[in-house]
T-cell receptor, first 114, second 112 residues
Framework: GAVVSQHPSWVICKSGTSVKIECRSL??????MFWYRQFPKQSLMLMAT?????????EQGVEKDKFLINHASLTLSTLTVTSAHPEDSSFYIC??????????FGPGTRLLVL | GNSVTQMEGPVTLSEEAFLTINCTYT??????LFWYVQYPGEGLQLLLK?????DKGSNKGFEATYRKETTSFHLEKGSVQVSDSAVYFC???????????FGRGTSLIVHP
């Protein structure tokens, strides 16, 4: 089946630094990718919808200047957490939608901000 | 709005035990219901789904029946295996949205 990868799988950074997370669809093209965030023992919360070649659509309450999304190609979307703070520590999951509108999920990236 | 409530985990079972993971929902309109599974180190995978009342989704020995009267979609398996150890997410889609609303996930641990 279709595979979505994320890199890195986990990252530890100092407060104030920026962190970039990559999401790739490995064997299909994805015009639309999604970024989710999951706090411990909580649901996956949709942060933004990323469309190739256009600006991302952010969910209410998600700061677009804080979480920069770039979907530069049909197989790659990146999420950059700018000036990260401890409260940004979370599990970030991306998914990609294929031409049949099936969503495939990446394995997630765990971010810890010290 | 839409919401999904799952039982808290972890659920710990011995191999060959019977599994039930409860899921209830609230939704506008007539939702489709899903169970996703996430094995360690992997992405969420669709396990099964049901699109209308009384439908039963099934896959890999897992089953769930869409119960409109109780707004539930409980996941069951008659005999679990160690390889079933994973996190299970209940989810719904409604109102023409292609974006699922997820529950918080339930971790299942199966011991030999």
């Amino acid at each position: 089946g279709a595979v979505v990868s994320q890199h890195p799988s986990w990252v530890i950074c100092k407060s104030g630094t920026s962190v970039k997370i990559e999401c790739r669809s490995l064997d299909f093209q994805a015009t639309t990718m999604f970024w989710y965030r999951q706090f411990p023992k909580q649901s996956l919360m949709l942060m933004a919808t990323s469309n190739e070649g256009s600006k991302a659509t952010y969910e209410q309450g998600v700061e677009k200047d804080k979480f920069l999304i770039n979907h530069a190609s049909l197989t790659l979307s990146t999420l950059t957490v700018t000036s990260a703070h401890p409260e940004d520590s979370s599990f970030y999951i991306c998914s990609a939608r294929d031409s049949q509108e099936t969503q495939y999920f990446g394995p997630g990236t765990r971010l810890l901000v010290l | 709005g839409n919401s999904v409530t799952q039982m808290e985990g972890p659920v710990t079972l011995s191999e060959e035990a019977f599994l039930t993971i409860n899921c209830t929902y609230t939704a506008t309109g007539y939702p489709s219901l899903f169970w996703y599974v996430q094995y360690p180190g992997e992405g969420l995978q669709l396990l099964l789904k049901a699109t209308k009342a009384d439908d039963k989704g099934s896959n890999k020995g897992f089953e769930a029946t869409y119960r409109k009267e109780t707004t539930s979609f409980h996941l069951e398996k008659g005999s679990v295996q160690v390889s079933d150890s994973a996190v299970y997410f209940c989810a719904l889609k409604s109102g023409g949205s292609y974006i699922p609303t997820f529950g918080r996930g339930t971790s299942l641990i199966v011991h030999p």
